[in-house]
């Protein structure tokens, strides 16, 4: 890239930056050290602004850096991951988020641990917790390594290993300081931004084809090198039964994963009622549907405009297909139309990377001091306030993060966010649903379906062709993977499933129907809810 382009997306950055370090001092300046307002910004949002922030926390680099380079490259079956995290909000719709909302206070562990003995249950839901939040934000930190890497030409490990720490030690002030209230009105300024942006370069890409949607895809097609197979199904996971059945198992993740994710989840105490929990995920449902209607559009933008070839050159897995796209449809390199439009989009990209790994640490950084801490303080007596404990986990969390970031520099960011949805929907998901809706779960069954969920999960990501046995593995010297698939979701999700299911049913503790029915009365009316 050009000095201009570097430059001009650089100020873009730093403003961008001085913004919502702004925006953490004020509401640091402005907030009590309660849990409730560190938490759950004092649940004073409205439903508009939480949906705006429940969006702009969903939509991640991996939605638009990761599947636009997925679409990219391999057509139809990238569109799995736009179709996928589109179609699993109607599960936290329907299921979820205004039973949540009821139920809990800050965190997923607070709803299950109402109808158990607490500290098992606590332990084993924030130690899950911890597990899917670290796995999602190595997809971010990967994605903005990679933003830089193209910004300054592709040629610099420093500075992508620079920017994965500098961008940890801006997540770890944002949360420390300012808490979830300036977490959110970051989410909602990057929301806006991101709609913004999108919404332009679509209409750019559809205006260079005259509006003809068909032709889009036709020219993509030839540009390709597979030709029609590239719109047909099969192009990423047709070749063998191992690849179809990973699609299964992808679209499985994808699609139930949403519901367990802790980020999302802690966003539905921002609100005052329940009913505001719902009317922000209508509001967030139509955000994310249109953003991931036009992903395809710039999915197949790239394809058709930039070319595989030249994405796949710049990025082996795609992930920077949209600034290549966004610096063709200004002009091309060296017009001052192209340095503009790059410049704004990877600001923006910069921007939703920010924003979302604010409210992922802060979303853990709660599992460990409301759930892990608070369960141990009780036995050794220690004193310390939760919230003091939460703004330490946010910087040991945002260490492991950048930690693991550096070594998955090389893979896709919406396929290690594809194993985080694989790993929340086999951990939280199955212990929600059965807290919410099973008369007869009991502690063990809680503990059991957490864990019989989790460790199948990451042992699973261990032994896959992700870790080792591949070009593009995290160690692609060395090879013991012995489980074929890519994502672990179609077997480690039934597992969690069977392994709650196994401990209920093996469990000397008779289940309290009283608990049962206040916990149900409380999710379906709100009586009593916090």
Not at 203 to 222: C, I, K, M, S, Y
Request: proline share 3%; with cysteine.
């Amino acid at each position: 890239m050009t000095g201009d382009h570097q430059t001009l997306a650089l100020l873009l950055f730093s403003a961008f930056i001085a913004v919502t370090l702004a925006i953490t001092t004020w509401v640091s300046r402005n907030r009590h050290g309660s849990a409730e307002e560190f938490y759950a910004g004092g649940r004073l949002f409205s439903p508009m602004e939480n949906g705006f922030a429940i969006a702009g926390d969903y939509m991640s680099a991996a939605s638009f850096l990761g599947i636009s380079g997925l679409i990219a490259l391999f057509g139809y079956d990238g569109m799995l991951y736009s179709v996928g995290f589109l179609v699993a909000w109607l599960v936290v719709l329907l299921l979820v988020a205004e039973l949540v909302r009821n139920c809990g206070r800050f965190t997923l562990a607070d709803v299950v641990a109402a109808r158990m003995t607490e500290r098992p249950v606590r332990i084993a839901a924030g130690t899950s917790s911890v597990t899917v939040s670290v796995l999602y934000l190595v997809a971010q930190m990967v994605g903005a390594g990679s933003l830089v890497a193209l910004l300054l030409g592709g040629t610099s490990e420093a500075a992508r290993s620079w920017t994965v720490i500098g961008v940890g030690a801006l997540m770890v002030i944002y949360v420390s300081l300012g808490g979830m209230r300036a977490t959110t009105w970051i989410q909602i300024v990057k929301a806006v931004l991101l709609m913004a942006g999108t919404i332009t370069l679509t209409v750019l890409v559809l205006l260079r084809f005259h509006g003809n949607f068909d032709q889009l895809l036709t020219t993509a097609a030839e540009r390709s090198g597979h030709g029609r197979d590239f719109l047909a199904p099969g192009l990423r996971y047709g070749g063998d039964w191992t690849a179809r059945l990973d699609f299964i198992s992808l679209g499985i993740a994808l699609v139930l994963g949403t519901a367990g994710l802790p980020h999302i989840l802690s966003r539905f105490y921002t609100v005052p009622t329940a009913r505001a929990a719902r009317r922000s995920v209508v509001w967030a449902i139509g955000l994310i549907g249109s953003f991931y209607l036009m992903t395809i559009v710039l999915g197949f933008g790239a394809a058709a405009i930039v070319g595989p070839d030249d994405v796949r050159a710049s990025n082996a897995a795609g992930n920077t297909a949209v600034p290549l796209l966004a610096l063709d449809l200004g002009g091309g390199a060296g017009s001052t139309g192209g340095t503009v439009l790059f410049a704004i989009v990877a600001a923006v990209a910069f921007a939703t990377i920010l924003a979302v790994v604010a409210g992922i640490t802060l979303a853990s950084s709660a599992s460990v001091a409301h759930d892990l801490y608070a369960s141990l303080r009780r036995r050794n007596g220690r004193k310390y306030s939760e919230v003091t404990v939460a703004r330490f986990a946010a910087a040991g969390i945002g260490a492991a993060a950048i930690g693991l970031g550096l070594l998955a520099r090389d893979l896709n960011v919406a396929f290690l966010v594809g194993l985080a949805f694989a790993v929340a929907a086999s951990a939280n998901l199955p212990v929600l649903l059965y807290s919410l809706f099973w008369r007869n779960f009991t502690t063990r069954g809680a503990v059991w379906s957490v864990y019989g969920g989790l460790v199948p999960a990451v042992l699973l990501v261990v032994l896959s062709p992700v870790v080792s046995g591949s070009p593009n593995a995290l160690f692609p010297g060395v090879d013991f993977h012995l489980f074929p698939l890519q994502n672990p979701g179609v077997v480690s999700i039934p597992l969690g499933f069977l392994a709650g299911w196994i401990g209920t049913v093996t469990s000397h503790e008779p289940p309290d129907p009283a608990k049962h029915a206040e916990t149900e009365v409380r999710a379906l009316t709100g009586a009593g809810a916090v």
